[in-house]
């Protein structure tokens, strides 16, 4: 498990039309000290961004309602917003890993355990 520390103080956007798996993954980062922010949707997820960045990380489900969070993120990337991101996906498309890619993410696929989650937040937030 990751040190609540790694994560202390970093602003996080966590975003999935699962409601069960949204609180999870903040309930997680949370706990290992993240500032959690939570989307049920890409319409939110772009809204938190604007009246609520800056995020230090954002961790996003790539399939969702109105707007993919890969979508989602290229417009974050258009209008100069940097930060980490990482993309949660179950869908085995053969473009997936490359579409990721395309706006520097980190893809994890699920299901995936919280533990990895949690090392992949803090190894892309000792960064900053």
Same mark, same amino acid.
């Given at each position: 498990? #990751?040190?609540?520390?790694?994560?202390?103080?970093?602003? #996080? &956007?966590?975003?999935?039309?699962?409601?069960?798996?949204? $609180?999870?993954?903040?309930?997680?980062?949370?706990?290992?000290?993240?500032?959690? #922010?939570?989307?049920?949707? *890409?319409?939110? &997820?772009? $809204?938190?961004?604007?009246?609520?960045?800056?995020?230090?990380? #954002?961790?996003?489900?790539?399939?969702?309602?109105?707007?993919?969070?890969?979508?989602?993120?290229?417009?974050? +990337?258009?209008?100069?917003?940097?930060?980490? &991101?990482?993309?949660?996906?179950?869908? +085995?498309? $053969? *473009?997936?890993?490359?579409?990721? @890619?395309?706006? *520097?993410?980190?893809?994890?696929? @699920?299901?995936?355990?919280?533990? $990895?989650?949690?090392?992949?937040?803090?190894? &892309?937030?000792?960064?900053?």
């Amino acid at each position: 498990m #990751v040190e609540a520390t790694k994560l202390s103080g970093a602003r #996080v &956007l966590v975003a999935d039309d699962d409601p069960q798996l949204l $609180e999870s993954v903040a309930e997680a980062l949370t706990r290992v000290g993240a500032d959690v #922010v939570q989307a049920t949707n *890409g319409a939110q &997820l772009i $809204e938190h961004m604007a009246d609520h960045g800056p995020f230090d990380l #954002v961790v996003t489900d790539i399939a969702m309602p109105w707007m993919s969070g890969v979508r989602a993120m290229r417009a974050a +990337r258009t209008a100069g917003l940097g930060m980490p &991101l990482v993309v949660m996906t179950a869908l +085995r498309d $053969e *473009g997936i890993a490359a579409e990721v @890619k395309s706006v *520097g993410a980190t893809l994890l696929r @699920k299901p995936f355990a919280l533990g $990895e989650l949690e090392s992949v937040a803090a190894k &892309l937030l000792a960064k900053r």
